[in-house]
Protein backbone atom coordinates (compact mmCIF):
# COMPACT_ATOMS: atom_id res chain seq x y z
CA UNK A 1 0.00 0.00 0.00
CA UNK A 2 0.71 3.65 -0.52
CA UNK A 3 2.09 5.73 2.28
CA UNK A 4 3.67 8.97 2.31
CA UNK A 5 5.79 10.96 4.70
CA UNK A 6 6.69 14.33 5.88
CA UNK A 7 9.34 15.39 8.21
CA UNK A 8 9.61 17.35 10.20
CA UNK A 9 6.36 17.41 12.45
CA UNK A 10 6.90 20.72 14.05
CA UNK A 11 9.10 23.05 12.70
CA UNK A 12 10.12 27.11 14.95
CA UNK A 13 12.22 28.97 12.94
CA UNK A 14 13.22 32.96 12.95
CA UNK A 15 12.23 35.37 9.66
CA UNK A 16 15.36 35.31 7.63
CA UNK A 17 15.88 32.20 8.04
CA UNK A 18 15.98 29.04 5.40
CA UNK A 19 13.29 26.68 4.84
CA UNK A 20 13.68 22.64 3.86
CA UNK A 21 10.27 20.40 4.35
CA UNK A 22 10.47 17.15 2.45
CA UNK A 23 8.34 14.54 1.55
CA UNK A 24 8.28 11.17 0.07
CA UNK A 25 5.83 8.59 -1.18
CA UNK A 26 6.22 5.04 -1.43
CA UNK A 27 4.26 2.21 -2.91
CA UNK A 28 3.76 4.23 -5.88
CA UNK A 29 5.72 5.35 -8.96
CA UNK A 30 5.42 8.26 -11.16
CA UNK A 31 3.17 10.32 -8.88
CA UNK A 32 1.84 13.90 -8.85
CA UNK A 33 2.69 15.63 -6.28
CA UNK A 34 1.48 18.39 -4.53
CA UNK A 35 2.43 21.05 -1.80
CA UNK A 36 -0.16 23.01 -0.04
CA UNK A 37 -0.36 25.61 2.84
CA UNK A 38 -2.76 26.29 5.20
CA UNK A 39 -3.47 29.11 7.61
CA UNK A 40 -4.89 29.19 11.15
CA UNK A 41 -8.16 28.53 10.49
CA UNK A 42 -8.19 28.80 6.73
CA UNK A 43 -8.72 27.05 3.79
CA UNK A 44 -5.58 24.76 1.77
CA UNK A 45 -3.75 27.07 -0.86
CA UNK A 46 -1.95 24.82 -3.41
CA UNK A 47 0.99 26.03 -3.68
CA UNK A 48 2.83 23.61 -6.15
CA UNK A 49 2.49 20.49 -7.84
CA UNK A 50 4.73 18.40 -10.16
CA UNK A 51 3.96 15.75 -12.58
CA UNK A 52 7.48 14.26 -13.12
CA UNK A 53 10.74 14.81 -11.92
CA UNK A 54 12.20 18.05 -12.56
CA UNK A 55 8.32 19.35 -13.33
CA UNK A 56 7.50 22.29 -11.18
CA UNK A 57 4.00 24.00 -11.59
CA UNK A 58 3.68 27.03 -9.23
CA UNK A 59 0.42 28.02 -8.32
CA UNK A 60 1.18 31.23 -6.21
CA UNK A 61 3.94 33.72 -6.48
CA UNK A 62 5.72 33.76 -3.52
CA UNK A 63 9.54 33.06 -1.66
CA UNK A 64 8.98 29.61 -1.45
CA UNK A 65 10.57 26.99 -4.19
CA UNK A 66 9.92 23.03 -4.70
CA UNK A 67 11.96 20.62 -6.31
CA UNK A 68 11.33 17.11 -7.09
CA UNK A 69 15.30 15.48 -7.39
CA UNK A 70 13.98 12.10 -7.09
CA UNK A 71 10.58 10.48 -8.67
CA UNK A 72 8.55 10.27 -4.96
CA UNK A 73 10.56 12.99 -3.11
CA UNK A 74 9.15 16.32 -3.24
CA UNK A 75 10.90 20.12 -1.47
CA UNK A 76 9.59 22.79 -0.38
CA UNK A 77 12.30 25.56 0.12
CA UNK A 78 12.78 29.45 0.93
CA UNK A 79 16.05 30.92 1.27
CA UNK A 80 14.23 33.55 3.82
CA UNK A 81 11.93 32.95 5.49
CA UNK A 82 8.77 35.81 6.37
CA UNK A 83 6.30 36.01 9.54
CA UNK A 84 3.26 35.39 6.82
CA UNK A 85 5.28 31.69 5.78
CA UNK A 86 3.59 30.26 9.54
CA UNK A 87 1.13 27.91 8.48
CA UNK A 88 0.35 23.96 8.39
CA UNK A 89 1.99 22.75 5.15
CA UNK A 90 0.70 19.44 3.46
CA UNK A 91 2.67 17.51 0.98
CA UNK A 92 0.10 14.73 -1.21
CA UNK A 93 0.42 12.68 -4.05
CA UNK A 94 -2.15 11.68 -6.36
CA UNK A 95 -2.24 8.55 -9.33
CA UNK A 96 -0.83 10.05 -12.61
CA UNK A 97 -4.23 9.52 -14.29
CA UNK A 98 -7.25 10.81 -13.24
CA UNK A 99 -10.04 11.53 -11.60
CA UNK A 100 -6.62 12.73 -9.19
CA UNK A 101 -7.99 11.60 -5.65
CA UNK A 102 -4.99 13.18 -3.38
CA UNK A 103 -3.97 11.62 -0.16
CA UNK A 104 -1.80 13.70 2.29
CA UNK A 105 0.85 13.31 4.77
CA UNK A 106 0.70 14.14 8.15
CA UNK A 107 2.14 17.47 7.50
CA UNK A 108 4.53 19.88 9.10
CA UNK A 109 3.39 22.69 10.83
CA UNK A 110 5.82 25.63 10.90
CA UNK A 111 6.40 28.90 13.46
CA UNK A 112 8.27 31.78 11.90
CA UNK A 113 8.87 33.92 14.92
CA UNK B 1 -17.12 35.21 -6.75
CA UNK B 2 -14.34 32.29 -4.91
CA UNK B 3 -14.11 29.08 -7.23
CA UNK B 4 -15.39 26.78 -4.75
CA UNK B 5 -17.69 28.23 -1.84
CA UNK B 6 -18.95 26.28 1.30
CA UNK B 7 -20.96 27.40 4.16
CA UNK B 8 -18.07 27.61 7.13
CA UNK B 9 -20.91 26.87 9.87
CA UNK B 10 -20.41 25.60 12.23
CA UNK B 11 -23.15 23.09 11.95
CA UNK B 12 -24.02 21.81 15.66
CA UNK B 13 -26.53 19.31 15.51
CA UNK B 14 -27.45 16.23 18.19
CA UNK B 15 -26.36 13.02 17.45
CA UNK B 16 -28.60 10.96 15.21
CA UNK B 17 -29.42 13.90 13.13
CA UNK B 18 -29.11 13.55 9.65
CA UNK B 19 -26.87 16.85 8.31
CA UNK B 20 -26.02 17.79 4.73
CA UNK B 21 -23.80 20.43 3.49
CA UNK B 22 -23.73 22.26 -0.09
CA UNK B 23 -20.45 23.37 -1.93
CA UNK B 24 -20.39 25.39 -5.30
CA UNK B 25 -18.50 26.09 -7.67
CA UNK B 26 -18.32 28.51 -9.99
CA UNK B 27 -16.36 26.37 -13.60
CA UNK B 28 -18.46 24.54 -15.46
CA UNK B 29 -15.41 22.51 -16.89
CA UNK B 30 -14.93 20.96 -14.06
CA UNK B 31 -14.42 17.19 -14.15
CA UNK B 32 -13.81 15.62 -10.78
CA UNK B 33 -15.13 16.48 -7.37
CA UNK B 34 -14.06 14.63 -3.75
CA UNK B 35 -15.32 15.49 0.26
CA UNK B 36 -12.64 15.06 2.67
CA UNK B 37 -12.78 15.09 6.69
CA UNK B 38 -10.22 16.90 8.34
CA UNK B 39 -9.87 16.67 12.28
CA UNK B 40 -8.21 19.54 14.61
CA UNK B 41 -4.74 19.86 13.10
CA UNK B 42 -4.83 16.87 11.63
CA UNK B 43 -4.00 16.42 7.63
CA UNK B 44 -7.50 15.53 5.54
CA UNK B 45 -8.65 12.93 4.33
CA UNK B 46 -10.16 11.44 1.82
CA UNK B 47 -14.15 10.98 2.73
CA UNK B 48 -15.78 10.08 -0.84
CA UNK B 49 -15.34 10.73 -4.91
CA UNK B 50 -18.98 12.37 -5.82
CA UNK B 51 -20.06 11.06 -9.04
CA UNK B 52 -23.26 12.76 -11.17
CA UNK B 53 -25.03 9.12 -10.10
CA UNK B 54 -24.28 9.87 -7.12
CA UNK B 55 -22.74 7.37 -4.56
CA UNK B 56 -23.05 5.82 -1.32
CA UNK B 57 -20.57 4.83 1.58
CA UNK B 58 -22.89 3.80 4.79
CA UNK B 59 -24.24 6.76 6.70
CA UNK B 60 -22.77 9.54 4.01
CA UNK B 61 -24.27 10.14 0.65
CA UNK B 62 -22.41 12.13 -1.99
CA UNK B 63 -24.53 13.86 -4.68
CA UNK B 64 -23.03 15.84 -8.04
CA UNK B 65 -25.40 18.65 -9.78
CA UNK B 66 -24.08 20.20 -12.56
CA UNK B 67 -26.71 22.08 -13.78
CA UNK B 68 -26.23 23.80 -10.75
CA UNK B 69 -22.88 23.37 -10.31
CA UNK B 70 -22.40 22.42 -6.58
CA UNK B 71 -22.15 19.04 -4.85
CA UNK B 72 -23.72 18.32 -1.85
CA UNK B 73 -22.72 15.66 1.19
CA UNK B 74 -25.61 14.16 3.88
CA UNK B 75 -24.61 12.15 6.83
CA UNK B 76 -27.18 10.28 8.35
CA UNK B 77 -27.12 8.97 11.75
CA UNK B 78 -24.50 11.40 12.97
CA UNK B 79 -22.21 10.06 15.81
CA UNK B 80 -19.84 12.02 18.21
CA UNK B 81 -17.14 10.74 15.68
CA UNK B 82 -18.47 13.00 12.69
CA UNK B 83 -17.21 16.04 14.60
CA UNK B 84 -14.53 17.68 12.14
CA UNK B 85 -14.56 19.95 9.19
CA UNK B 86 -15.54 19.02 5.73
CA UNK B 87 -13.70 19.78 2.69
CA UNK B 88 -14.92 19.73 -1.15
CA UNK B 89 -12.37 19.78 -3.81
CA UNK B 90 -13.02 20.60 -7.09
CA UNK B 91 -10.86 19.48 -10.13
CA UNK B 92 -10.47 21.05 -13.46
CA UNK B 93 -8.34 19.30 -16.50
CA UNK B 94 -9.32 21.62 -18.94
CA UNK B 95 -6.75 24.44 -19.85
CA UNK B 96 -4.09 22.58 -17.49
CA UNK B 97 -4.64 21.07 -14.31
CA UNK B 98 -6.07 23.02 -11.40
CA UNK B 99 -7.84 21.67 -7.88
CA UNK B 100 -9.50 23.62 -5.62
CA UNK B 101 -10.39 23.19 -2.05
CA UNK B 102 -13.35 24.63 -0.22
CA UNK B 103 -12.39 26.76 2.78
CA UNK B 104 -15.02 24.13 4.71
CA UNK B 105 -17.82 23.00 7.03
CA UNK B 106 -17.43 22.77 10.17
CA UNK B 107 -19.58 20.24 12.63
CA UNK B 108 -20.14 19.51 15.67
CA UNK B 109 -22.76 16.32 17.00
CA UNK B 110 -23.30 16.86 20.92
CA UNK B 111 -24.82 14.12 22.63
Known amino acids: SQTIHQWPATLVQPVGSPLSLECTVE??????LYWYRQAAGRGLQLLFYSVGIGQISSEVPQNLSASRPQDRQFILSSKKLLLSDSGFYLC????????????FGPGTRLTVT | RKEVEQDPGPFNVPEGATVAFNCTYSNSASQSFFWYRQDCRKEPKLLMS???SGNEDGRFTAQLNRASQYISLLIRDSKLSDSATYLC????????????FGAGTRLFVKA
Open chain 1, 27 to 32: GTSNPN
Open chain 2, 89 to 100: VVNTLTGGFKTI
Open chain 2, 50 to 52: VYS
Open chain 1, 92 to 103: AWSGGTGPYEQY
